[in-house]
C-alpha cells in the first residue's frame, strides 16, 4: 500500500528558538493512523533540535541534501552516514534549487540518491521542468531524463525511493500546476517506473511540490498517481502545514 506522504522543506529557514515551538505544534497536530507520513526536512545544523524534538512523536525527519561521497576531503559536505546518526529518514536530492545555484546535475542528483539508499535512508529525489521548458513542450522529455538517472541507481524492488515532481516555474512563485496537468506528469513517471519494475512503481511514492497550500492540497492529492506532497513556504507554518497534512490523511490510498 502507498500511504500518503508529506515532507516539509524548511530550505534556509529556522533558528532554535522557532523552530521549537513550530516541531511542537507539528508534532502534537499529528496522530495519523499507520501509513499515514509526515516528515520534516530541516537545515543540517537543526537535525539534532529535530531528532530530539520529535524522537518520541510520529513524525519523521530529514534532510535537504546529502553528499554522493562516503567520506573524505570534501569540505562542507555531509554523508549519508552522518544523517543517520541523527535518526534521518529522508534527504531530499536534486531540488531544482541545488540544480540551479549549486551545478548538482543528473548524474550527481544519482549519486547523492545511491549514497542515501546505501545506509538506508529514503532519497526524495526532485525532478521538474522549468517556464521555458514547458511553453516549448518538453516537459515529458525533461522529466524522463531525470528520472531515468535516477532509475539507473535502483535495484528493482529492493529500494525505498520517493520522487517530488517539483515543476521549478510553480516553487515559490504562488503558482500552481492544475490537478490535470499534474497529474499527467505524475501518470507518466508511474509508467516509467513500471518500465523498470511493476513493484517498483507500486511502492515508489510520487510527490508533488510547488507553492502547495491548505487550499490547493486536496485537490492535487485527490489524483490517482500524487502520493503526497513536498511543501516549501507553508511548512513553516504549522496550521497551513498541518492543514495540508489532513488532506492527505484522509486521502490515504490502498
Known amino acids: 500500500m502507498r500511504g500518503k506522504l508529506v515532507v516539509g522543506n524548511w530550505k534556509m529557514n529556522g533558528g532554535l528558538a522557532a523552530n521549537a ?21 530541516v537545515p543540517y545544523p537543526y537535525l539534532a533540535q529535530a531528532q530530539a524534538a520529535l524522537s518520541e512523536t510520529r513524525v519523521a ?23 543517520v546518526e541523527f535518526g534521518c529518514r529522508y534527504a531530499i536530492v536534486g531540488h531544482s534549487e541545488r540544480r540551479q545555484y ?35 513542450g518538453r516537459t515529458l522529455e525533461v522529466v524522463k531524463r531525470q528520472i531515468d538517472a535516477i532509475l539507473e541507481v535502483l535495484d528493482g524492488a529492493q529500494v525505498a525511493c520517493a520522487v517530488a515532481y517539483e515543476p521549478v516555474w510553480a516553487i515559490g512563485t504562488g503558482k500552481v500546476a492544475s490537478p490535470a496537468d499534474a497529474e499527467e506528469v505524475h501518470g507518466a513517471i508511474r509508467r516509467w517506473l513500471t518500465d523498470k519494475s511493476a513493484t517498483l512503481a507500486e511502492r515508489t511514492r510520487i510527490l508533488y ?18 502520493d503526497g506532497a513536498l511543501v516549501g513556504g507553508a ?20
Open 21 to 41: 515551538a513550530l516541531l511542537s505544534a507539528i508534532a502534537a497536530g499529528w496522530n495519523a493512523p499507520t501509513g499515514r507520513e509526515l516528515a520534516v526536512c
Open 61 to 83: 525527519w530529514g534532510a535537504q541534501d546529502v553528499s554522493e561521497h562516503e567520506a573524505g576531503a570534501y569540505t562542507g559536505e555531509v554523508s549519508a552516514r552522518m544523517l
Open 102 to 136: 549549486f551545478g548538482d546535475t543528473d548524474a550527481i542528483v544519482a549519486a547523492k540518491a545511491r549514497a542515501a539508499l546505501a545506509t538506508g535512508i529514503t532519497p526524495i529525489a526532485c525532478v521538474g521542468e522549468t517556464l521555458a521548458e514547458r511553453e516549448a
Open 209 to 226: 511540490g510547488g507553492s502547495v497550500k491548505a487550499d490547493n492540497a486536496a485537490g492535487l492529492l485527490a489524483e490517482p498517481n500524487i
Open 235 to 254: 511548512s513553516l507554518d504549522a496550521g497551513a502545514f498541518g492543514a495540508i497534512a489532513k488532506a492527505a490523511e484522509s486521502l490515504t490510498k490502498s
